[in-house]
């Protein structure tokens, strides 16, 4: 009895002088530094800074010792000696991977791509979406083309299977002119990227349509600590201008304006005659305590010839070179202005609301010749896809802190609508002459998403179920049909998730995630099918650990199961999306980063994917140009004296081509180098793109086609050549 009383007494204290401690993390400049964590070391308990930089932790007690971390700034611990607000100031320092401390949060793994863009920042559109661990692109279109994503033994296309948003604003395109879930992200200028969010499989609530391999989220600088103007010249007549330009930075508002323009001729026998502008601006404002409004205004433009992708066959024979191109009459331009409004409240100390208001408008016009003379031997195959698009849409989110228990809930509510006009597919000839039209149309598409998500943890282990639904409204007008119809079909879809992690400790979580994602057809094809197999589900599954061995050690591991009841595959020449029937993916992921000696990094990547037709027999269920297994590595370093350097190295192995695996796109090895020196405000650089002089293939398709000259038809290898031997100089100015 005497010990239950000193128990209970000891209890009785612990409430009695256990209370919350509030407070605020800034930067020496007083600006609010977003995500520090604050760790508790007498009790562990944790939290972190919301965007305004401020914390509530609680139970502190007098005594208690708080550790402060940020991977961009020296690490602080200070002892508390009381629970008035404190405002804690943090020393900005090179990126290290000592300060990183393994969150209890779903997106854990996100830490990987902060210490990388640190180490290695970001030069060109093509490389941020290669920053995701395990994702790989290629470029087949002349560089204005959205890029083929490939992930987790997807074939991605262009978007199919991942979700791409930049600020939350959708960057997919549903019922695109040419492919479902086309995700063109040029628009974002690399320098104004902040950090990148990500997450493989379909385990995240707030995520819906194409959600299935994984997503992705590019969040951009709110504010610049100083201006900068930057210029790049390289090999092909390469020429890039950036500006970026600081017009308020305080810690009550910021604003800035970015700017950039791209021209080349490309490596290509045919010059390419690309020309890119992007213009960028984002402003903020904390109009109150509890009150933080956004606008960003972006617009970009773009024009370009391509080579396309030859036949090996003309490559062989001499007729062209690597570089050449049956048709060099394909290309595009495409525009897209988008306008992005956030509002966000808190509450109260424990409820905070984020809302999403957006309008961007879109023009797309491509050329492409896959079959050359297949289908009409006198004027060859050229088709045009063409398309003017609108698109309006809000998010709303809700965030709550339990108070009796340790957790969260969330709740949020999105409405998109696509308006799609003159969406078109036909055949012409040196694109100035339409020979026929073989789709045109009006498409509108109307995606209502809702979902609940809870967050408990119990001691170290943290339990996360959700649920989402999705509602669809597809309509379809034909123009090319005699009379005016409007065809439609709805469909909604319910997708569960539920993901558990235990966190041993701040340098150890295990986890296990499972959960249903989907990808929505092409209202085309939607409405031909009266409604039927609309919205094929996924189903995947996660188990792994994100460990730190060492201080300067940090290791993921997981391995993987993905079923998906239907592959779409897109048929460009018929502007449809086909299916292909179920598949199933299983693989290892592993990722390692590594700081031997200050400020040099090394990093590795390596991807094993197994992944077959559920519904085919052994040897005809190889799923086309999935990959198997991929490699990607670098080492880098970044000296306080100013000196900055690294090399880079992408591996993707031999993959199927087509179904019975007779047709093979050949991997490749490309390394990358760079180097630099920054004195006071001025950087010089230099980038060597495939040191080596690689003779790589960038994209490959087995297709089946037809020269001028040939009486019948080859199914082959067609290819996109990567990028040559390629040097370029960088130099820039901030003031």
Not at 54 to 64: E, W
Not at 281 to 294: F, P, Q
Not at 426 to 449: A, D, K, M, P, V
Not at 658 to 675: C, F, K, Q
């Amino acid at each position: 009895m005497k010990h239950l009383i000193t128990f209970f007494c000891m209890l009785c204290m612990h409430q009695t002088f256990a209370q919350s401690l509030k407070g605020k993390v800034v930067s020496r400049d007083n600006i609010p530094v977003t995500e520090a964590h604050i760790f508790n070391v007498n009790d562990k308990h944790h939290t972190h800074t919301n965007e305004k930089g401020a914390f509530k932790l609680a139970p502190v007690t007098i005594g208690d010792t708080l550790v402060i971390s940020h991977v961009n700034y020296k690490k602080k611990t200070i002892v508390v000696s009381d629970f008035k607000p404190t405002t804690i100031i943090l020393e900005e320092n090179l990126v290290t991977l000592e300060e990183i401390t393994i969150r209890k949060e779903l997106n854990a793994l996100n830490v990987i791509t902060a210490i990388d863009i640190q180490a290695n920042p970001v030069n060109s559109s093509q490389e941020i979406l290669q920053k995701v661990p395990g994702l790989f692109i290629g470029q087949h279109a002349g560089g204005g083309k959205a890029e083929q994503i490939f992930l987790r033994g997807f074939d991605i296309d262009h978007g199919t299977d991942i979700t791409i948003t930049a600020d939350g604003l959708p960057v997919n395109m549903v019922s695109h002119a040419h492919g479902q879930g086309y995700a063109d992200l040029h628009f974002v200028i690399p320098e104004t990227v902040d950090k990148i969010d990500f997450g493989k499989g379909a385990y995240y609530a707030d995520k819906g349509n194409f959600n299935t391999a994984g997503y992705v989220n590019f969040k951009t600088k709110n504010s610049l600590n100083s201006s900068i103007v930057k210029l790049d010249i390289g090999q092909f007549n390469t020429q890039r201008f950036l500006g970026m330009f600081n017009l308020l930075n305080n810690n009550k508002q910021s604003a800035y304006i970015a700017s950039e323009y791209i021209l080349t001729d490309g490596y290509f026998d045919s010059s390419q005659n690309f020309d890119r502008l992007n213009i960028f601006g984002k402003y903020t404002n904390s109009i109150t305590d509890t009150e933080k409004i956004g606008i960003t205004i972006s617009h970009f433009t773009s024009t370009w010839d391509a080579s396309g992708q030859i036949p090996q066959r003309a490559v062989t024979s001499g007729l062209i070179s690597r570089f050449g191109a049956i048709d060099d009459t394909e290309g595009g331009s495409t525009s897209r202005t988008n306008v992005l409004v956030t509002y966000n409240k808190t509450l109260s100390e424990n409820a905070s609301i984020q809302n999403k208001v957006y309008y961007n408008t879109y023009d797309f016009e491509l050329f492409s010749n896959f079959t050359f003379f297949l289908d009409d031997p006198v004027n060859g195959d050229q088709i045009k896809q063409k398309e003017t698009r609108n698109i309006y849409g809000f998010h709303s989110d809700y965030k709550q802190d339990f108070t009796t228990i340790d957790g969260s809930f969330s709740a949020g509510i999105s409405l998109r609508n696509d308006q799609s006009s003159d969406n078109e597919l036909s055949h012409t000839l040196n694109r100035r002459e339409t020979l026929n039209q073989i789709q045109f149309g009006t498409i509108n598409e109307t995606n209502f998403g809702a979902y609940v998500n809870a967050n408990v943890t119990f001691g170290k282990l943290t339990i996360n179920p959700a649920l989402r639904l999705d509602y669809f409204n597809f309509k379809y007008n034909n123009a090319l049909q005699t009379s005016y119809k409007t065809q439609s079909q709805t469909e909604s879809i319910i997708s569960p998730k539920l993901n558990i992690f235990y966190n041993y400790n701040d340098n150890l979580q295990l986890y296990a995630k499972t959960g249903k994602g989907f990808h929505s057809n092409d209202t085309r094809v939607v409405v031909a099918q009266n409604g039927t197999d609309i919205l094929p589900a996924s189903y995947g599954f996660d188990t792994g650990f994100i460990w730190k061995p060492i201080p300067k050690l940090l290791i993921n591991t997981a391995y993987w199961y993905l079923f998906l009841e239907q592959e779409f595959v897109y048929v460009g020449d018929a502007g449809i999306v086909e299916p292909s029937g179920k598949t199933n993916r299983q693989g290892i992921d592993f990722s390692l980063r590594y700081e031997p000696v200050n400020q040099l990094f090394f990093n590795i990547d390596a991807n094993y994917t197994y992944a077959r037709a559920s519904e085919e027999i052994e040897g005809q269920d190889f799923i086309p140009l999935a990959p198997d297994f991929t490699v990607t590595s670098g080492l880098n370093y970044k000296s306080k004296s100013g000196f900055y350097g690294g090399a880079q190295l992408r591996f993707i192995d031999d993959r199927p081509a087509n179904e019975d695996n007779s047709i093979v796109a050949e991997g490749y090895t490309v390394t990358d180098l760079n180097a630099g020196y920054e004195y006071k405000n001025i950087t010089v650089g230099l980038q060597i793109q495939n040191l080596f002089d690689v003779a790589w293939n960038e994209t490959q398709f087995a297709t089946e086609s037809r020269l001028q000259n040939e009486v019948d038809a080859t199914e082959e290898i067609h290819f996109t050549p990567g990028t040559p031997f390629f040097l370029k100089g960088t130099i820039s100015v901030r003031f």
